[in-house]
């Protein structure tokens, strides 16, 4: 099972930019679709962001043109490049492997990290 470890986050201004990191456990890391997800206080978890093995990317309108998913496979590792934030891109940010469903939308698959808070104050 893939194990995560998420690193970046911080408090910045509106209109400041954050690189949040998620480093993946397991030989078998290139092969996995990944995902970035938030949660902010009272509200479900979302996913955010969404990089497959192939590199495709597709994001959630509320952060398209502002957020960028990379990988970067020689290090197991996910990036999730925050520009022109918002105060509503506060949350606890947190990255998992992904599958599709039979209804062709993405399940998480690993476990858990801690995440890392992310806060936005203007």
């Known amino acids: 099972q893939v194990q995560v470890v998420e690193s970046g986050g911080g408090s910045v201004q509106v209109g400041g930019s954050l690189r949040l990191s998620c480093v993946a456990s397991?030989?078998?890391?290139?092969?996995?679709?990944m995902g970035w997800y938030r949660q902010a206080p009272g509200k479900q978890r979302e996913l955010v962001a969404i990089i497959t093995s192939a590199s495709t990317t597709n994001y959630a309108d509320s952060v398209k043109g502002r957020f960028t998913i990379s990988r970067d496979n020689t290090k197991n590792t996910v990036y999730l490049q925050m520009n022109s934030l918002k105060s509503d891109d506060t949350a606890v940010y947190y990255c998992?492997?992904?599958?599709?469903?039979?209804?062709?939308?993405?399940?998480?698959?690993?476990?858990w990290g801690q995440g890392t808070q992310v806060t936005v104050s203007s």
């Open positions: 998992n492997a992904l599958m599709r469903n039979r209804y062709r939308d993405y399940d998480p698959i690993g476990s």
């Open positions: 397991g030989k078998i890391f290139s092969i996995h679709d």
